[in-house]
């Protein structure tokens, strides 16, 4: 015990001496906290005095700017003066903006003068042309009927005594047949119905393989029928109604007509005006290889003019230069049809065309034949207009058929051909009701329900089957559909084939369709 309180008492001695030398660490610190209190204190006072003086200088500077300030004059001349010419600026900016605003509406009033002022000339140079240039009018009329005269036009013979259509028909398949050239009776029978529908379709147009008489077709009917008959060759650089009906040539002072207008201008004169007037027989225009140019471009007019002839009569504008303009009536008794070749060197046939035509195609020949041809016998008589025209049906007799079976149908394969983007209009369901109207079966044979149905059979081959060309066919239950529409009917087999090709695309060319017995024995009876 007393070595413990040995140690213990030197541990108390060791605390001992480091308390007193905390101590004086602690003293040593409040000495030097003290110090460094004084300093800064003192820094604290120097800097007070600093801002003192500084706060007294400002002070004396912010008098001495009030004492320069009272001393300016607030109706100083210079400011006077500036504001005097400021209001002065001001004014003439006022008036500046104003003229611009008077010169803006007098350049707008200037433009309407200047419009004014040419619509003033075209009419003074048209009434100048009207008036002073009477003569040069009917000297290019009279050179252009010259140049009819030097070109041997034909002249019209005696008047054709045939009055019945079927009897027409019949002598033009014989006619053909002596000639060695067969067509089908329903083939024939489809292009003198189109012919007959022209007031909604003007155009009727024969498309296939070339060397399938498509050209032979027209040519031969006119013959046997006792209709005039031009050929035109349409040329690939076709672009304008000029390159179909001529030109001016300035440097001659002369009009050079094309053949075809010498043609039509004689379809417009009497044969007691003209002795070449063709006025009171049927003419047919064949425009061979339509398609070689867009018939839009050189054919716009017509095509335009023989719509609006339904409805009312019209005149085709003939421009002889220099403003003169021949205006020439487009009568009843003149026809258009065109054959196209379907191949790299020709133009598809738009909408707007197939709307406005009957598309009759010629399948390629199963077995080919040599030609054997007999001379073509000679035919004087004429196919009078007044003839023609009265076997043309234009009473609608049958419009209550139509619209209970055929229209429905027809609505229900449209909705099918919108979903492939091919639908049709209002045009086209009146072109196909005059067709079938004005079907010889239709007119003539006893059985008015079937003869309907074979020309409601035509007119899809005519209108509805064109538009529907190079349609994708793979999986296209649309088409099918149209199909199961069609099974009734004896083009299905062809709309099948059709749709059966390695290119999977809609190509009808094919024509099963005419080679019906029912529509033979429905003929005979």
């Known amino acids: ?38 300093r800064d204190n003192r820094d604290l006072e120097q800097c007070k005095e600093d801002l003192l003086a500084a706060n007294e200088n400002l002070r004396n500077r912010i008098q001495e ?78 050179n252009i009927k010259e140049q009819i005269v030097k070109t041997n036009p034909k002249v019209l013979g005696a008047p054709s005594n045939e009055v019945e259509e079927l009897a027409f028909l019949e002598r033009i398949e014989k006619g053909m047949q002596e000639f060695n050239v067969f067509y089908p009776k329903r083939l024939l029978y489809m ?12 155009l009727s147009v024969l498309s296939g393989v070339s060397g399938t008489g498509k050209s032979e077709l ?64 049927m003419s047919i225009v064949l425009l061979d290889e339509m398609n070689l140019a867009h018939i839009e471009l050189y054919f716009a007019e017509f095509l335009s003019k023989l719509e609006i002839k339904c409805s009312q009569e019209t005149n085709i504008s ?32 738009s909408d707007k065309v197939l709307d ?27 196919l009078k207009v007044e ?10 007799d049958q419009e209550a058929k139509l619209e209970g079976k055929y229209k429905k149908l027809t609505e229900e394969i449209n909705e099918r051909l919108d979903a492939c983007g091919r639908s049709i209009g209002h045009r086209v369901w009146q072109s196909m009701s005059t067709y079938m109207h004005n079907h010889p079966l239709v007119l003539h044979a006893s059985d008015k329900n079937k003869a309907l149905q074979f020309a409601y059979e035509e007119c899809l081959v005519l209108k509805i089957f064109p538009k529907l060309r190079g349609v994708q066919t793979r999986n296209n239950q ?35 369709y005419l080679n019906n017995v029912e529509y033979e024995k429905l003929l005979k009876k």
């Open 218 to 281: 027209p040519k031969l009917y006119v013959h046997f029928g006792g209709l005039n008959f031009l050929s035109i060759a349409v040329q690939p650089t076709w672009d304008s109604p000029e390159s179909l009906m001529g030109y001016f040539h300035a440097i001659e002072n002369k009009f050079d007509a094309t053949e075809f207008l010498r043609f039509f201008i004689q379809t417009t004169l009497s044969n007691n005006e003209e002795p070449y007037g063709l006025k009171e027989a």
């Open 356 to 382: 406005r035509a009957f598309c009759l195609n010629f399948e390629r020949p199963k077995i080919l034949k040599g030609k054997q041809q007999k001379p073509i016998p000679s035919n004087d008589g004429y």
């Open 1 to 38: 015990m007393h070595a413990q309180l040995d140690e213990m008492a030197d541990e108390t001695n060791a605390l001992r001496q480091k308390n007193r030398e905390l101590n004086k660490k602690i003293d040593w610190q409040k000495d030097y906290d003290r110090e460094k209190l004084e």
């Open 387 to 396: 003839t023609f025209n009265r076997w043309i049906n234009k009473k609608g």
């Open 318 to 349: 003939i421009k002889l230069g220099t403003g003169l303009t021949w205006e020439l009536p487009l009568g009843d008794n003149l026809l258009f049809v065109g054959t196209m070749n379907e191949d790299e060197s020709t133009k598809m046939l």
């Open 191 to 202: 292009f003198h119905t189109a012919l007959k529908s022209t007031s909604l379709s003007p």
């Open 478 to 512: 649309h088409l099918t559909k149209i199909q199961d529409l069609l099974k009734d009917f004896s083009v299905s087999s062809d709309f099948k084939q059709a749709m059966e090709n390695d290119f999977k695309e809609f190509v009808f060319n094919s024509t099963n």
């Open 65 to 142: 700017w009030e004492n320069e300030k009272n001393k300016l004059d607030p109706r100083d001349e210079r400011i006077k003066e500036l504001e005097e010419e400021k209001r002065e600026l001001e004014g003439i900016l006022a008036q500046k903006e104003n003229a611009e605003q008077k010169y803006n509406t007098l350049s707008v009033k200037n433009k309407q003068l200047e419009a004014e002022l040419d619509m003033l000339n075209e009419k003074f140079e048209k009434l100048k042309n009207m008036y002073a240039g009477v003569e040069d009018f009917e000297k290019r009329q009279k």
